[in-house]
């Protein structure tokens, strides 16, 4: 009877681990997926951030282009 009780102790302590491993492992998995996700987010960002740097760089040309061009209407 004491070896029957001690076999169906261990069995729902196995089992109790074992459901705590699944959790633990679907835990990891969500976290995994929301830094993955948020490696996208970056990335998408960064190529945004990119995109308007060479916007700025092309204003710039352009106002600078502008800015010489009336110098030189003024000094005639």
Same mark, same amino acid.
């Given at each position: 009877?004491?070896?029957?009780?001690?076999?169906? #102790?261990?069995?729902?302590?196995?089992?109790? !681990?074992? #459901?705590?491993? %699944?959790? &633990?492992?679907?835990?990891?998995?969500?976290?995994? $997926?929301?830094?993955? %996700? !948020?490696? /996208? &987010?970056?990335? &998408?960002?960064?190529?945004?951030?990119? %995109? $308007?740097? %060479?916007?700025?760089?092309? $204003?710039?040309?352009?106002? #600078?282009?502008?800015?010489?061009? #009336?110098?030189? /209407?003024?000094?005639?």
């Amino acid at each position: 009877m004491k070896a029957d009780a001690a076999a169906r #102790r261990e069995d729902i302590k196995a089992k109790i !681990d074992e #459901r705590a491993n %699944q959790l &633990d492992a679907k835990g990891a998995a969500a976290d995994a $997926d929301w830094a993955e %996700q !948020d490696a /996208v &987010d970056a990335i &998408d960002y960064a190529a945004l951030v990119v %995109q $308007d740097a %060479q916007l700025a760089v092309l $204003d710039a040309l352009d106002a #600078r282009a502008y800015a010489d061009e #009336r110098a030189r /209407v003024a000094a005639s």
